[in-house]
């Protein structure tokens, strides 16, 4: 199954006002990136976050939410968003906001 574009689009969107935001395809997944720090992207049809230690253990006690792993060894400090969880815009920011909230705290590459 291929990226959902139409989630894609929906998070170009929303961070089309951010500088230093990249997009790129990698992994079956299109990813975006702020200052070369991966922040969010799209995995089949989910969204996949990436929320730091703290946030990202929190998050997988949230509906819809669950560990991102497409290789059988999970993805640490990710999480995936089922369509349910961001199935309106303000749900897709929120979660695009707390991924920013860590990514903004790494070094620029």
Known sequence: MAADESLAARIRDALDRKKGVEE???????CFFIDGNVLVGVWKDRLIARLGPAEGEAALREPHVRVFDITGK????????????VEDDDQLKAWIDRAI???QTLPKK
């Open 74 to 85: 999970p993805m640490r400090n990710w999480v995936a968003v089922e369509p349910e969880g």
């Open 24 to 30: 790129k395809k990698m992994f079956g997944c299109v």
């Open 101 to 103: 909230d860590f990514v």
